[in-house]
């Protein structure tokens, strides 16, 4: 496996952030695809890192290459458990809070779960940050939020009826962590990602994202399956971006706290247009076929980052064409 950060550094504006030395930060949803590239990023900046993961989504592959690493630490534990989660934050002078189940059809099909995983694993994870004196909470949330709200660009405070489950934990994660900086001092960040792609995200599985799900069955000689006419839109954003607002939130002051954030590059990509693109760059002519609409996807996103810069200092650097060869290239050495 090539587990080495593709791109100039040049372009990596949250490696010139300095944080006090020896510190450490708690990373939950290590193992996942956002977490792994967190955890790498931190460790290469010459900083400490804690992974907590229970592997139910995440990949051990992903955390193998770090346990040699000074500074770096596995915890596989649950975030349904209380106890798990004030031992993990002990210490811990930041959490960037990753861990959840994604996919907005597996939501609908297990509410329940969603309910104790992302919603009770997150109020149990602000409850141990808040106890252990963690100085920054930092939380993903998501573009779902905004639910069945038709105008665009996506805006902070405009939001519509949530269409699933998964939407519905992600807006509960964020009133939970505003109360978290109301009552109690904790300074909460939270970051809607909108369509986060690039290397080590998982290309398999019927809740594969799009992208590279696309990548791999192109690659194989396989005709994807587009769901709905494909010319539903969204504001895909590579992975050096998200690390940068993470890494950006941490550093953030507290009068930004208690907010959530648009995170995204602020562009706008055709599903169709992309499927193309794909075929182009990988030199096939392959013909898609085309499925029935998800239940509980919404039609267009495209953000508005206005409030992530002036707030978080979020500057994106790689664009969604920089960013869709970056991935074309990890998933060919990769897959």
Known sequence: MQDTIIGGCDRMRYQDLFFEKGSLFLVTGGAGFIGSNLCEAILRMGYRIRCLDDLSTGKYGNVEPFLDEPGYEFIEGDIKDLRTCMDACAGADF????????????????????????????????EA?????VKKFVYASSSS???DEPTLPKTEGREGNLLSPYAVSKRADEEWAKQYTKHYGLDTYGLRYFNVFGRRQDPQGAYAAVIPKFIRQLLKGERPTIHGDGGQSRDFTYIENVIEANLKACAAGSHAAGR????????REYLLDIYHGLTKALGVDIEPLF????????????????????????????????????AIEWYKENL
């Open 95 to 126: 959490v960037l809070h990753q861990a959840a189940w994604g996919s907005v059809p597996r939501s609908i099909e297990m509410p329940l779960f969603y309910c104790a995983n992302n919603i009770t694993g997150t109020l149990n994870m602000l």
């Open 129 to 133: 940050a808040r106890k252990q004196n």
């Open 145 to 147: 939020v905004y639910g």
């Open 260 to 267: 959530a954030y648009n995170i995204a590059y602020g562009g």
């Open 291 to 326: 499925g029935p609409e998800r239940a509980g996807d919404i039609k267009h996103s495209n953000a508005d980052i206005g409030s992530a810069r002036a707030y978080l200092g979020y500057d994106p650097q790689w664009s969604f064409e920089e960013g869709i060869a970056a």
